[in-house]
């Protein structure tokens, strides 16, 4: 296999600065079907930006969304990239564009400077690499372009409540304002745009699960994003998109299973089975389970063939306790949908009900709810006012309403209120 542009080397950072590579990333991305540069170099640059992020935020979750933060243009310029809509051809030429490198024919002519600069933005130049090669390098490359850009959006975002945006800075360049200012800055295409967009990158060329994680931090920071996914009767983005997704990623776990390929697997299926979670934390009125039982005959075969693995892999002993981990919480997810789809397939683990029941943390799920709701949208679970930015109940400092009526309302719901608070 081609090696990726930053596989094996050292002191990125003296190849090129972090000024230049936001500059050569955010230009290469708003413009990727002109774009003078392949995707090697692109990756390149995104993997110096990353380089800074890690290397100077650490681990302090304020440092690295202080960074972010600091590059709106790149940001606005990732969500664009990601979200815009266009045909599948169209796509596919865009993707083919920035995946063959034409470098060495470009520079052909230049001076030994340019040629050597050039060179050092792919980290390995051979003149004899072979179309396929050359391909498959510009793919890989693409896609770690494309996660890393997911990455930074996500940190972009994890500071904010739903549905709440960032204040314009006065006097500050449109492009210069933080980002997001508003719904349109944050889904500059639109909501059903949006979805046709990131569903070009769910397809083989160019598809990662990644994508998912993209869309579940957007559903989860607008609603209507979350309710728009769930388009009868097909189901394309919502389920099966991931379910071919998930295909692929066991395909490839089970042509290969070294440490880190089950690592990768991993992410893959914690991706996707947090993806299907938003539905249970934005919807409570039946859309996303209607669309379980729409497609629970295209899901079990599938989620069978996932538990089945899952139950094989080291360490998970069928006598023994479960571990308390991403597997057994996917093993129980499966359970939740397909029983939530009426399937009456009985082949998954037996032991699903007993594994729900002995890794039962009260305080830990009670935290994990909580966050969630104090950074989610309005308490009253039925509210129509699904774009509105909801306030903190002043009683509890906890639950979020748009107004007293929806306190009210949600006292007669019983969900969240016992009592009814006065909210200011």
């Known amino acids: 296999m081609a090696m990726s542009a930053t ?3 050292t002191g990125i950072e003296k190849i090129i600065s972090l000024e230049d590579a936001v500059e050569l990333l955010t230009t290469a991305i708003s413009s990727p079907h002109t774009t003078p540069f392949c995707a090697v170099p692109v990756e390149l640059a995104s993997a110096r930006v990353n380089f800074a992020l890690l290397n100077t935020c650490g681990t302090s979750a304020s440092a690295r969304l202080k960074f972010t933060k600091s590059y709106p243009r790149l940001l606005r310029a990732a969500i664009r990239f990601l979200t815009f809509k266009q045909t599948e051809e169209a796509h596919d030429t865009m993707f083919a564009l920035l995946a063959y490198c034409r470098c060495r024919k470009t520079v052909r002519g230049k001076s ?44 972009a975002l994890s500071s904010l409540t739903a549905n ?23 889904l500059p ?36 994003l979350a309710l728009a996914l769930l388009r009868s009767p097909h189901y394309s983005f919502a389920i099966s998109r991931p379910l071919v997704l998930l295909t692929e990623a066991m395909d490839s776990y089970e042509n290969d299973s070294n440490s880190a390929r089950t690592e990768e697997f991993g992410d893959t299926i ?8 938003i539905f249970y934390k934005q919807d409570l009125t039946g859309p996303w389970h209607e669309a379980l039982r729409g497609k629970v005959n295209e899901m079990t075969p599938v989620f ?30 499966i359970q939740l949908l397909l029983s939530r789809g009426g399937s009456r397939r009985t082949t998954l683990d037996a032991g699903t009900a007993r594994l729900l029941e002995n890794l039962n943390n009260p305080v830990r799920d009670a935290l994990f709810e909580m966050a969630i709701v104090r950074k989610g949208g309005c308490g009253y679970l039925l509210c129509p006012k699904n774009s509105v930015y909801s306030k903190l109940c002043s009683k509890c400092d906890l639950v979020r309403f748009c107004g007293q009526e929806d306190v009210v309302a949600e ?3 019983g969900v969240f209120v016992e009592e009814r608070p006065r909210f200011h």
Do not use: C, Y
């Open 7 to 9: 596989s094996g080397r």
């Open 270 to 277: 914690q991706d996707i089975f947090d993806f299907f979670h």
């Open 189 to 224: 295409a639109g909501i059903p745009e949006t979805i046709q967009g990131l569903e070009l990158w769910t397809r083989e060329l160019g598809g990662t699960p990644k994508i998912f994680k993209l869309a579940t931090v957007l559903s989860l920071h607008h609603k209507p």
């Open 411 to 413: 006292g007669d719901l």
């Open 164 to 186: 709440k945006f960032r204040t314009p800075i006065a006097g500050a360049d449109a492009q210069d304002q933080p980002w997001p200012l508003d719904v349109k800055d944050l």
């Open 112 to 155: 030994p400077e340019m040629i050597e600069r050039v060179k050092q933005f792919h980290g390995s130049w051979s003149e004899d690499i072979s179309e396929e090669d050359n391909l498959l390098r510009g793919m890989v490359s693409i896609r770690r372009t494309v996660d890393f850009l997911i990455t930074l959006i996500r940190v």
């Open 304 to 333: 069978e063939r996932l538990a089945a693995i899952i139950s094989s892999l080291p360490g998970r002993s069928s006598s023994g306790p479960a571990p308390d981990d991403h597997w057994s919480q996917t093993l129980i997810a």
